[in-house]
């Protein structure tokens, strides 16, 4: 079963620093997302991206932060001068469209550390 | 989006039916219940959706009431492997934000052997 993918599974990286994390969502999808979940709180959403525009974007998801599709596979979240707040895990999801019986499916997520 | 009610909590025997309800009293008439489930802090996996009628895949069944203000999942043998969070999302049919999904806390589903 086609399935979404993240890399890396665990990113650290020092306060101030940028950085890259990674998503190939499900290969015929058109939309896609990223959530984030701050250990032992909610899944939150942050972003959906579709045709290289974002299409939707959460009050969490300001100037630090960037999407982009670099290529017909990959999709990208850039966290600039990374806080310590950022630390969370990072989830990628995609679905066929934004209609709302289409179901999105999620990655295993990136933790990200930041020290 | 509407809101949805879920128990923090529930517990289930091994090979016994998992029911897990959820109320969505305020659901309108083009938003579908979608269920996922979470893993030990893996992605959250997506299970089943619905809009009125009930649904069934190889995972659960979904029954929605008459009314749309509630609905169940059911998973009809549990094993150990669906210990696990359970989120109940109402989803929008359309307008502008239609596309996000929006997590309660859900339910925290154990298995017992």
């Known amino acids: 079963e086609p399935e979404v993918t993240q890399t890396p599974s665990h990113q650290v990286t020092q306060m101030g620093q940028e950085v890259i994390l990674r998503c190939v969502p499900i290969?015929?999808?058109?939309?896609f997302y990223w959530y984030r979940q701050i250990l032992g709180q909610k899944v939150e959403f942050l972003v959906s991206f579709y045709n290289n525009e974002i299409s939707e974007k959460s009050e969490i998801f300001d100037d630090q932060f960037s999407v982009e599709r670099p290529d017909g596979s990959n999709f990208t979240l850039k966290i600039r001068s990374t806080k310590l707040e950022d630390s969370a895990m990072y989830f990628c999801a995609s679905s066929l469209s934004l209609m709302s019986n289409q179901p999105q499916h999620f990655g295993d997520g990136t933790r990200l550390s930041i020290l | 989006d509407a809101k949805t009610t879920q128990p923090p909590s529930m517990d289930c025997a091994e090979g016994r039916a998992a029911n897990l309800p959820c109320n969505h009293s305020t659901i309108s008439g083009n938003e579908y219940v979608y269920w996922y489930r979470q893993i030990h802090s893996q992605g959250p996996q997506y299970i089943i959706h619905g809009l009125k009628n009930n649904e069934t895949n190889e995972m659960a069944s979904l029954i929605i009431t008459e009314d749309r203000k509630s609905s169940t999942l059911i998973l009809p043998h549990a094993t150990l492997r669906d210990t696990a969070v359970y989120y109940c999302?109402?989803?929008?049919?359309?307008?502008?934000?239609?596309?996000?999904?929006?997590f309660g806390q859900g339910t925290i589903l154990t298995v017992h052997p």
């Open positions: 999302i109402v989803r929008r049919g359309g307008g502008t934000s239609y596309g996000k999904l929006t």
């Open positions: 290969s015929n999808h058109l939309y």
